[in-house]
């Protein structure tokens, strides 16, 4: 059974247009990561949550935002999606933070910017 | 900044034989970790292995191993007896061990592709 659930799994959005990426998890791990992954290269974390707290990482475009409404649900939201943010998008999880803790990736959303 | 290096974008491999993933990484940091990240086609990426930085031994895991070369800053994983559902991408990645960094630092994969 899937324990980290990406919604959907293909997105296809206009320039300028907002869209937001869903990921839900039952593990009720602590910690939940994004990911971007262009393509043809390595994923790049873009922010996490430790429980309600927020952490970006400091090259993380302003037009990348993050909810976390709960433990189970955390949403990417991209205010004004350009051609250049076409790339996968992952969302993981870890029980705690820490080097210690594996992370949990969920399938993936695929977002296609025309 | 940490940064990993995967040489080899593509690799193959006959069923049944061994294969070794090349992976290099640059820190100055003593403490950290090091994984091996499989990633099937349109599947989630998955934890293969881990390794310690302050432990000398190769992690192991049935049939997957590194070989870690702290000085040289290297980090293979060799699969052995590849099976056809090995096929798949693979990424090296890297991660402090300090304090307050949840950044995972990953190569940009091999893809290895296993032929029957």
């Known amino acids: 059974d899937a324990m980290v659930i990406q919604n959907p799994r293909y997105q296809v959005t206009q320039f300028g247009k907002p869209v937001t990426l869903s990921c839900s998890q039952t593990l009720n791990h602590n910690v939940m990561y994004w990911y971007q992954q262009k393509s043809s290269q390595a994923p790049k974390l873009l922010f996490h949550?430790?429980?309600?707290?927020?952490?970006n990482e400091a090259d993380t475009p302003d037009n990348f935002q993050s909810r976390r409404p709960n433990t189970s649900f955390c949403f990417l939201d991209i205010r004004s999606p350009g051609l250049g943010d076409t790339a996968m998008y992952l969302c993981?999880?870890?029980?705690?933070?820490?080097?210690?803790?594996?992370?949990?990736f969920g399938d993936g959303t695929r977002l296609s910017i025309l | 900044a940490q940064t990993v290096t995967q040489s080899q974008p593509e690799m193959s491999v006959q069923e049944a034989e061994t294969v070794t993933l090349s992976c290099t990484y640059d820190?100055?940091?003593?403490?950290?970790?090091l994984f091996w990240y499989k990633q099937p086609p349109s599947r989630q990426m998955i934890l293969v292995i881990r390794?310690?930085?302050?432990?000398?031994q190769n992690a192991t895991e049935n049939r997957f191993s590194v070989n870690f070369q702290k000085a040289a800053k290297s980090f293979s994983l060799k699969i052995s007896d590849s099976q056809l559902g090995d096929a798949a991408m693979y990424f090296c990645?890297?991660?402090?061990?300090?304090?307050?960094?949840?950044?995972?630092?990953f190569g940009k994969g091999t893809k290895l592709t296993v032929n029957p």
């Open positions: 993981a999880t870890s029980r705690d933070p820490g080097p210690n803790q594996p992370q949990h």
């Open positions: 820190t100055s940091e003593s403490d950290y970790y």
């Open positions: 390794q310690e930085a302050y432990k000398q």
């Open positions: 990645a890297y991660r402090s061990g300090a304090g307050g960094s949840e950044k995972l630092v």
């Open positions: 949550y430790y429980d309600k707290d927020f952490n």
